[in-house]
């Protein structure tokens, strides 16, 4: 998880809003089995996307208000930031594929 920053509710302006790359947040729990699928996905998209993507996760358990704020119903969730705007979201368990893809679609990587 080296290249994976965990975030929090106090850093998630200056780390996704303000950022100059694209960002992927992952939104996930400690007792959520789908999350546990995703951490490794996750983990292979940070490494392989190192220096053109920010790969963040933020635990919801722990950071209630940008969840809210963001309307995150379900976990997981990976939301796509780009010039400090949402361009897209993913719920639920996917494929490292079609991650791939999504960020291909939503972030200009």
Do not use: H, Q
């Not at 789908?34 to 358990?61: F, R, T």
Request: hydrophobic share 45%; with cysteine; glycine share 6%.
């Amino acid at each position: 998880m080296a290249n994976v920053m965990e975030i929090n509710d106090e850093t998630f302006d200056e780390e996704i809003m303000k950022s100059d790359i694209p960002a992927v947040v992952d939104f996930w729990a400690e007792w959520c089995m789908p999350c546990k699928v995703m951490g490794p996905i996750i983990d292979e998209l940070a490494s392989e996307l190192s220096g053109k993507i920010k790969v963040c996760k933020i635990n919801i358990d722990e950071n209630t208000k940008m969840a809210t704020d963001l309307t995150v119903m379900n976990i997981p969730t990976i939301l796509f930031f780009e010039g400090g705007e949402e361009k897209g979201r993913v719920t639920g368990a996917v494929s490292k594929k079609d991650l791939l893809s999504k960020v291909s679609e939503f972030l200009k990587v």
